[in-house]
T-cell receptor, first 110, second 111 residues
Framework: DTAVSQTPKYLVTQMGNDKSIKCEQN?????MYWYKQDSKKFLKIMFS???????INETVPNRFSPKSPDKAHLNLHINSLELGDSAVYFC?????????FGPGTRLTVL | DQQVKQNSPSLSVQEGRISILNCDYT??????FLWYKKYPAEGPTFLIS?????DKNEDGRFTVFLNKSAKHLSLHIVPSQPGDSAVYFC??????????FGKGTRLHILP
């Protein structure tokens, strides 16, 4: 059973398009995150949701909007994609300190 | 199916002593391994890495050891300091550059 799943795993799209990445966790965790991995493999936190409420919103462009329809899902919608958005995006969920990461979504903007 | 396993959810070590965090992996295609450190309410920050062509990499108080035949790596912190108290994630990467994370080990440094 996959604890944290992301779809799609690979996403190739043109500049200017709008795309979404979905994340689902079946662990019953209260907190979910989105991270962006840079070229040096550093993970930058983008958003965190706790029980459907945004609790961290780092300085990311407002073209990025997280959407949490319920506690098990945290989707990432990106408007007007730019070349610099190309990266691997990780979803994660946590409860009591343990953090479970999804497999990542490699976004390539052409 | 966990490809990267950190079997100890937590570890307590006396200040000044050596902290050893362990990690096992199952995929022999992994060729790059990383350790991340995470404080509460922050994202994981990169700590140290090792390529599969090496068996040791040292950076100050932090040393990572890789045993490819055992598919095992460990992070040694010596001497341990109070600021080292955090959650440590082991991660592995293959040629596709995807990263698989372990679940983390919470390290408590005791005074």
């Amino acid at each position: 059973d996959t604890a944290v799943s992301q779809t799609p795993k690979y996403l190739v799209t043109q500049m200017g398009n709008d795309k979404s990445i979905k994340c689902e966790q079946n662990l019953g965790h209260d907190t979910m995150y989105w991270y962006k991995q840079d070229s040096k493999k550093f993970l930058k936190i983008m958003f965190s949701y706790n029980n459907k409420e945004l609790i961290i919103n780092e300085t990311v462009p407002n073209r990025f909007s997280p959407k949490s329809p319920d506690k098990a899902h945290l989707n990432l919608h990106i408007n007007s994609l730019e070349l610099g958005d190309s990266a691997v995006y990780f979803c994660a969920s946590s409860q009591s300190g343990e953090q479970f990461f999804g497999p990542g979504t490699r976004l390539t903007v052409l | 199916d966990q490809q990267v396993k950190q079997n100890s959810p937590s570890l307590s070590v006396q200040e000044g002593r050596i902290s050893i965090l362990n990690c096992d992996y199952t995929n022999s295609m992994f060729d790059y391994f990383l350790w991340y450190k995470k404080y509460p309410a922050e994202g994981p920050t990169f700590l140290i890495s090792i390529s599969s062509i090496k068996d040791k990499n040292e950076d100050g108080r932090f040393t990572v050891f890789l045993n490819k035949s055992a598919k095992h790596l460990s992070l040694h912190i010596v001497p341990s300091q109070p600021g080292d108290s955090a959650v440590y994630f082991c991660a592995a990467s293959d040629r596709d550059d995807k990263i698989i994370f372990g679940k983390g080990t919470r390290l408590h440094i005791l005074p």
